[in-house]
Each structure stands twice: as structure tokens, then as C-alpha cells.
């Protein structure tokens, strides 16, 4: 038996409405750290700073912020809109 997987378009996914979260990208990210309040992979939307990383989880809604080192040492992909309504993920 062969389960496919399918991300959905960009436009499915719910970008933060406050003004803070105008500058953030759709990232891939793998959260296997427990002092975190999420973990596995996730699609998140994040504002990367020099010092701090702003992180909001679109379905649940939930909103925390980590060290931009340990963003650093995670495994990340940006997943972007290409012209054709598909995503794609880079790193």
C-alpha cells in the first residue's frame, strides 16, 4: 500500500494577521527539542532576527520565540511560491 503525501498550496496555510508577522517566511522545520512547546515537522511561519527567532504555528496558533543559534542547528527549509500555484522547498 502506497500513501501519498501532497503539501497544499501556500494560500491553505494561514499567515499571522498582526503586523509583527508581515516579514515572515513559511519554513520546514524539524523540532525535536523538548523544552520547546511543539515538536516534529512542522510547516511554521518565522521571523528571523539577528538575535532571536519568532515562530508561529498556523493551525494551533501558538506563538513562541528561540535563540537564533539554536534556529541555526535545526534542520530548516524555506518553502516558497513558485509561478505555477505549486511549493517549493529549499534550503
Do not use: H
Not at 501532497?6 to 499571522?16: G, L, V
Not at 496558533?61 to 528561540?66: A, D, S, V, Y
Request: glycine share 4%; aromatic share 10%.
Amino acid at each position: 500500500m502506497v500513501i501519498g503525501l501532497s503539501i497544499e498550496p501556500m494560500t491553505s496555510i494561514p499567515k499571522p494577521k498582526e503586523a509583527t508577522w508581515d516579514n515572515a517566511k513559511l519554513y520546514r522545520v524539524d523540532f525535536y527539542d523538548m523544552r520547546l512547546p511543539v515538536s516534529g515537522t512542522r510547516l511554521v511561519w518565522a521571523v528571523v532576527g539577528y538575535k532571536w527567532v519568532r515562530i508561529c504555528t498556523p493551525i494551533q496558533n501558538k506563538k513562541f520565540r528561540m535563540r537564533r543559534g539554536e534556529w541555526d542547528k535545526m534542520p530548516t527549509q524555506i518553502v516558497e511560491e513558485t509561478n505555477d500555484d505549486t511549493t517549493k522547498a529549499t534550503t
